[in-house]
């Protein structure tokens, strides 16, 4: 029988715990976790424009001041499978109440360093702090809104952090150019110390009533201390579903990682653009595609959820989230990176300049209409556990860019822009054929490998 006829589990009744909080409650949560969400997303990318100013403060060399990014990805993933471990046994609010200390203490310490020892300690105490901010969100939005709902809100989150992905360098070189690295530091601790009183005055406990590790506890002491186990987040990778749509999503995210990561020694290059500020702006119009994309993204995605159970009469098919991907994946990411590695070979002057800011916007808001599915597809198959799900897959996603982004400057000197852009072309058609063996063979996959699976009636 064909797979995508073979559902995991037929619908039931209502949810009620999601009738908790208000609309309006709702809707402010999601304000809160999206702020938290952007702290990450600007501790790393206003570090890189900041790197020639630092090295001089400190009598360093750039190569050596930049192993704080790699020393960053590092504390990244470590700290997002730390926090949403623990928020699974502790819940989501207190791990923004210990999580913005490290970033603001670690901030203050990288605007106070005066070595680079002490830079690449406090650099990854800041980084630590701020990393459970979208695994930790999302599990948050997967506990406040339901199946059919959930993907219009993950939409809105990750538009508000992956705009922070665009703006955040602009805002970096800015700073960098005309005030100060340390104050732009002693600027994060602030964010961190206005979130953590959000949190603290209006943040409310999420997590199901009962489902925390702490709630099973027949013991409980005042202070209670438990050791979770952070790499037990990864065993869920054993899933081949899980596995698949992380994978694809890395190849996916590569394409903006090709796309901006050399943006000054591709489009910077190639039209002349040498002033910091400028090549920051260049940044822009792909967050803006992220920022536009994701909520549209995400509420397709739901459109396309209710359908499928409309025409399975009630039957819930989880991969159907991912039918959503198919304009995003196919056609939008592909045909963009393509065209902009052509453009930047052959077509000179202002109108391939504007041209290629068209396909960096076609590509963010592409990016987000494969990444958003994903990322409520995560959450609904692994909702009792959807921070640590959404902490594994970025975690292992960081290391593979990691690796991947230093291959991408040395790709284009050695055989171009246009060649090494084809090259991710291909790598995101890839990605969405994963995807659709995913649709295809859903639930094979799944019943291969069991991490326990929720129903219809508990997601």
């Known amino acids: 029988m064909d797979s995508e006829d073979s559902p995991l589990l037929a619908s039931t009744a209502h949810e009620a715990i999601y009738d908790r909080f208000t609309p309006d409650q709702k809707r402010w949560i999601v304000f ?107 599990g948050v939005i997967g506990d406040i809104y339901k199946l059919e709902e959930r993907g219009t809100a993950i939409g809105v989150f990750f538009g508000a952090t992956l705009f922070g992905f665009a703006v955040a360098p602009l805002l970096g070189g800015t700073a960098a150019q005309y005030w100060s690295w340390r104050n732009l530091h002693y600027s994060l601790a602030a964010w961190g110390l206005l979130e953590l009183f959000l949190v603290y005055l209006s943040f409310p406990e999420t997590s199901h009533p009962g489902t925390l590790g702490i709630d099973k506890l027949t013991r409980k002491r005042w202070i209670h201390i438990t050791w979770v186990n952070p790499l037990s987040s990864l065993w869920l990778l054993r899933s081949p579903n899980l596995f698949a749509v992380m994978l694809a999503s890395t190849l996916v995210l590569l394409t903006d990682f090709v796309l901006l990561v050399p943006l000054a020694f591709t489009i910077g290059v190639r039209y002349g653009i040498t ?33 499928w159970r409309k025409k399975r009469k009630g039957v819930w098919y989880p991969e159907d989230r991912l039918r959503a991907t198919w304009i995003g994946g196919l056609v939008m990411i592909p045909l963009s990176i393509g065209a902009s590695g052509l453009i930047t070979t052959y077509v000179g002057g202002p109108i391939g300049l504007w041209l290629n800011l068209l396909c960096l916007y076609t590509n963010g808001m592409g990016v987000d209409f494969v990444f958003n599915p994903i990322g409520s597809y995560n959450v609904d198959v692994a909702h009792s556990r959807s921070a640590e799900a959404t902490a594994a897959s970025a975690a292992i996603r960081s290391l593979i860019l990691s690796a991947a982004t230093a291959l991408i400057i040395p790709s284009i000197e050695r055989i171009g822009v246009a060649w090494t852009d084809i090259i991710a072309a291909v790598l995101a058609i890839i990605a969405q054929g994963i995807i659709f063996l995913t649709i295809r063979y859903g639930d094979r996959m799944r019943a291969s490998v069991d991490i326990g699976f929720p129903t219809i009636e508990n997601n």
């Open 32 to 138: 809160v976790v999206s702020f938290a969400g952007l702290l990450p997303m600007f501790v790393s990318s206003t570090f890189v424009p900041s790197i020639p100013q630092i090295a001089k403060d400190l009598g360093s060399t750039h190569a050596v001041v930049s192993l704080t990014i790699s020393l960053s990805i590092l504390a990244t993933a470590v700290g997002s499978l730390v926090w949403a471990a623990y928020s699974s046994f502790y819940g989501r609010r207190l791990m923004y109440l210990w999580g913005m200390p490290f970033l603001c203490i670690g901030s203050c310490g990288v605007a106070m360093s005066t070595s680079l020892r002490s830079l690449l300690f406090w650099r990854f105490v800041q980084t630590f702090g701020c990393s459970g901010g979208i695994p930790v969100g999302a």
């Open 275 to 307: 002033n910091e500020a400028i090549i920051g702006a260049c940044f822009l119009p792909n967050g803006l595609g992220n920022f536009i994309g994701a909520p549209v993204a995400g509420r397709l995605s739901d459109i396309v959820v209710r359908k």
